[in-house]
Structure formats: structure tokens, C-alpha cells
């Protein structure tokens, strides 16, 4: 069965400082699909990134950067230079492409940056 | 804005009641999907539309349903309601995922939600 796993319930950070986010993920399936999501105090859920499981090249959008490992079944998310505005929960999200009827969330992460 | 809205934004009621929580998806997307965020389970899928269909379906109880109508929109109906549906549902459209193998494989844009207080 699929599963997200987000071991950190809660993250403070002073601003400028990098964090980074762990998912680590299960799943049966060789083609699937990973996600994070953002939810800002305001509630709704913001897109970040898709990611295919044939690719796994690092990727880096402005301040954020995702580093995908098969090996350990991991997609960790990193904010570099972290800013109040980053402070939100985090959610990571499995999709599997053959079996899965379903799409799973992580529990997510709440990260609160400091000024 | 992920060009999703959903209505109402807040719904407050009394159990065993029924109510309908309404979504317009993206222009030029199919699917539509829903979900439910709770403090003890967290997100949750509930069903998936297509088209029109119904392609998927999650931990969505036998007192809820859904429908998409033929301009898209879809709505979900909660019934009998419980203290334990409090909770925020959320839609969520995507373009394609018209095969039940792939429903979940597209990037899906999220609506603001719809916040219901069962009292």
C-alpha cells in the first residue's frame, strides 16, 4: 500500500536560515508520481512541484530545491534563506500510476520562520 | 488563485442535517476531485469525476455523494450529518485523468475549501 511518512510534526527557523523537509514514501508500484503542496495560515492548498519517479534530477525553483532519491524512497524539500512568508504546513503527496485508486498526503510539516 | 472556487467559503449546521458544497473547477479542466482535511485524519481523498463520471473513489462514507454536472461543476452532498464531519473539503481539478490507472498523475489545483461546523 502507498504511504507518506512526514517525520517532522513542527520546524522553527530564524528567517535567512535554510530548513529542509523530510518525505520519505512506500509504494509497490515502478511508475508513480510525488508532490508537495504548501497550506498557508490562509488555508488553501498551494501546488509547489510534480514529480515523475523516472526523474531524478535535483530540481531548484528560486529559493526552494527538491532532491529526489530512489535509494531511500525520499523526496526532501529545502527552502534556502528562509522567509516569514515560507511559514506554512507542508504536505508531500504519493501518486501510484498502475495500482493506486488514491492520492496520499503526508501528515505534514509546520514550519514557523521567525523574524 | 488557482482559478478553482468552491461555495460557500463557511457552512455551519446542526447534526442530521444536509448540505451541499459546491465546486467550479479550472476552465478546460475535466477531473474534478474531493477532499477532506480533519485534525485527527488529516487529507483525505474522498471521489474523483471525469468528464462527468465518477473514476475513483476514497474513504468517502456512504452518507456523502458527489455528482459533476454537464458544465463541469461538481457538487458534493453530506447527509445525516455528524459532529465528526466538521472539517474542511476542499476540490481540486485537473485537465486529464480520464483513465482510472492514472487518475491521481496529473498536477491537481486546489480551491480555497469549504469550511463546515457540524454543532
Known amino acids: 500500500a502507498q504511504k507518506v511518512t512526514q517525520a517532522q510534526t513542527e520546524i522553527s527557523v530564524v528567517e535567512k536560515e535554510d530548513v529542509t523537509l523530510d518525505c520519505v514514501y512506500e509504494?509497490?508500484?515502478?511508475?508513480?508520481?510525488l508532490f508537495w503542496y504548501k497550506q498557508p495560515p490562509s488555508g488553501e492548498l498551494v501546488f509547489l512541484i510534480r514529480?515523475?519517479?523516472?526523474?531524478?534530477q535535483n530540481e531548484i525553483s528560486g529559493r526552494y530545491s527538491w532532491n529526489f532519491q530512489k535509494s531511500t524512497s525520499s523526496f526532501n524539500f529545502t527552502i534556502t534563506a528562509s522567509q516569514v512568508v515560507d511559514s506554512a504546513v507542508y504536505f508531500c503527496a504519493l501518486s501510484e500510476a498502475m495500482r493506486g485508486q488514491n492520492f496520499v498526503f503526508g501528515p505534514g510539516t509546520r514550519l514557523s520562520v521567525l523574524p | 488563485d488557482s482559478g478553482v472556487t468552491q461555495t460557500p467559503k463557511h457552512l455551519i449546521t446542526a447534526t442530521g442535517q444536509r448540505v451541499t458544497l459546491r465546486c467550479s473547477p479550472r476552465?478546460?479542466?475535466?477531473?474534478v476531485y474531493w477532499y477532506q482535511q480533519s485534525l485527527d485524519q488529516g487529507l483525505q481523498f474522498l471521489i474523483q469525476y471525469y468528464n462527468g463520471e465518477e473514476r475513483a473513489k476514497g474513504n468517502i462514507l456512504e452518507r456523502f455523494s458527489a455528482q459533476q454536472f454537464p458544465d463541469l461543476h461538481s457538487e458534493l452532498n453530506l447527509s445525516s450529518l455528524e459532529l465528526g464531519d466538521s472539517a474542511l473539503y476542499f476540490c481540486a481539478s485537473s485537465v486529464r485523468s480520464g483513465q482510472a490507472d492514472f487518475a491521481f498523475t496529473d498536477t491537481q489545483y486546489f480551491g480555497p475549501g469549504t469550511r463546515l461546523t457540524v454543532l
Open positions: 476552465s478546460g479542466d475535466l477531473s
Open positions: 509504494t509497490r508500484d515502478t511508475t508513480y508520481y
Open positions: 514529480r515523475n519517479s523516472f526523474d531524478e
